[in-house]
């Protein structure tokens, strides 16, 4: 298969690209490197700079394709709720993009990094597909209308749709922002010896899956004929920040001090994702929380040596 990834210069890209060349296919990555790298894009990949919002300037590079891996967003809950402009131009404009420019190229697959911000503060856990969907951050909004976009499109322009609400993905290469990046900041941080900011009491929880398993996820039966479907992507296990401080304590054999301070607005108290749906499809996270932060915490350790 030709596929397009858009974003995969970043962190998930980083690890979504390299399965998707392992398995064989051909790739075309698109990213405009406004938070992506470079050298992050695997060696034998085409790579485009350009933004999905200006598909005029690129897309006649990219020639015919069979999907479209859409990882390109805005990342940021507080920055959602400073600029919901720009998060509705990015992650809800931008996808309406993508998913035009993937029916313009011959496109018969679309796979949508969604998240589970999209559900809200729902008191019955785990989270189900299913379920009530009440984002209380512009950012889980619109990636929810996101979702509902990449459905309906599938159903009108003979395409199959998948959306893949991802959990709180963690590991190398992680940029110390954004949904998820609570991992990153805490392995930079004792990595250079710097306290720990907790937002809130850390009573919190969260779902945290490895990105080596979501870029499995987003490969996961590429290419195989199947309903247009939104599958939540996590270990189903519930974790609270502290608990996750204590394991890295444990892994980077620091003390792992840390200071609380005021909640982050639109944060989420308690999330983590029922994996049923997602077991049905086929997939099932194969990274243990300790092996995947320990992974995470060598990458940031080696970093910091690497600055001195």
């Not at 969907?133 to 459905?151: C, D, R, T």
């Not at 995470?296 to 350790?301: A, E, M, V």
Request: proline residues 5%; aromatic residues 8%.
């Amino acid at each position: 298969m030709r596929i397009l990834v858009t974003g995969g210069a970043g962190f998930i890209g980083s690890h979504v690209c390299p399965s998707i060349m392992a398995q064989g296919h051909q790739l075309v990555v698109l990213d405009n490197l406004s938070s992506g790298r470079r050298d992050f894009v695997p060696q034998g990949a085409t790579f485009i700079e350009g933004d999905i919002l200006a598909p005029h300037a690129w897309q006649k590079q990219v020639g015919h394709i069979d999907a479209v891996i859409h990882l390109a967003a805005q990342i940021s809950v507080p920055l959602s709720e400073s600029d919901p402009g720009n998060d509705l131009h990015t992650n809800l404009a931008g996808t309406l993009k993508m998913l035009e420019v993937a029916t313009q190229l011959g496109a018969k697959e679309f796979r949508l990094a969604s998240s589970a911000a999209v559900y809200g503060d729902v008191a019955e856990l785990p989270l189900q597909e299913s379920g009530p969907a009440h984002p209380i951050s512009f950012y889980g909004l619109n990636k929810w209308a996101a979702e509902q976009y990449v459905m309906h499109w599938a159903e009108t322009h003979d395409l199959t749709g998948i959306a893949l609400r991802l959990a709180n993905v963690y590991g190398p290469r992680q940029r110390t922002a954004g949904e998820g990046g609570v991992v990153a900041l805490f392995c930079e941080a004792l990595a250079q010896d710097r306290p720990l900011s907790v937002h809130g009491d850390g009573s919190q929880t969260r779902d945290f899956i490895a990105a080596s398993d979501v870029a499995q996820a987003f490969t996961h039966r590429l290419g195989t004929p199947g309903p247009s479907a939104i599958y939540n992507v996590s270990t189903g296990t519930r974790i609270s920040v502290l608990e996750l401080i204590d394991k890295l304590r444990q892994v980077s054999e620091q003390p792992g001090r840390y200071v609380m301070t005021e909640p982050r607005p639109g944060d989420i108290h308690d999330s983590v994702l029922s994996i049923d749906q997602a077991q049905k499809w086929g997939f099932h996270a194969r990274t243990d929380l300790t092996r995947g932060l320990d992974e995470t915490w060598q990458y940031f350790k080696e970093m910091g040596q690497n600055r001195q």
